[in-house]
Nanobody, 124 residues
Framework: QVQLVESGGGLAQPGGSLRLSCVGS????????IGWFREALGKERERVSC????????YYADSVKGRFTISRDNDKNTVYLQMNNLKPEDTADYYC?????????????????WGQGTQVTVSS
């Protein structure tokens, strides 16, 4: 059974940083593209980032480009989302996801498995 478990959310000040982690179990995480979505109250669900398996290519939403970095540690079956220069509009629940494909089709990303989410709040 595919499981994704996120951690690392919390409260940060504007301009601060957080690092989210996503640990996979029940499947070989390094074989698949892994992504992050976020959902803020009253807003549409947003694709945030994705990292492919075959070539490690990364993708980002325009709203986070230059501030967020996705990476993976296959030895630890973990994907990270380093979030720097956080803004209040980054406040959301963040979900680790996979569509069980090797490469990210970021613009059409349609995950089949979701983690339980971790909450990020950016506020002074």
């Amino acid at each position: 059974q595919v499981q994704l478990v996120e951690s690392g959310g919390g409260l940060a000040q504007p301009g601060g940083s957080l690092r989210l982690s996503c640990v996979g179990s029940g499947f070989t995480l390094d074989y698949y593209a892994i992504g992050w979505f976020r959902e803020a109250l009253g807003k549409e669900r947003e694709r945030v980032s994705c990292i492919s398996s075959s070539d490690g290519k990364t993708y980002y939403a325009d709203s986070v480009k230059g501030r967020f970095t996705i990476s993976r540690d296959n030895d630890k079956n973990t994907v990270y989302l380093q979030m720097n220069n956080l803004k209040p509009e980054d406040t959301a629940d963040y979900y680790c996801v996979t569509d069980m494909q090797r490469n990210c089709d970021f613009s059409n990303y349609d995950p089949v498995s979701w983690g339980q989410g971790t909450q990020v709040t950016v506020s002074s």
